[in-house]
């Protein structure tokens, strides 16, 4: 048997604050049950997608996310 590594890689980080702030951001929305604030958060187009926690709750779409709660 013959291991082998490879050099590990320096991870590339941030250090753009406003990404650093967004789970505070979002946990403050949700807090204050402000949808508007968490869809701001959500990337543009048609592509975005949120996975709820029971079978098949997948919505595409901003349109699809804010209905989702109804």
Known sequence: MVVTSAPARQASVSTDTSVAALPQTHDEAMNQKNLEAVMALFAPGDKTVMIGTGP???????????????
């Open 56 to 70: 098949g709750e997948r919505w595409v779409g901003k349109d699809q996310i804010r209905c989702a709660e109804d």
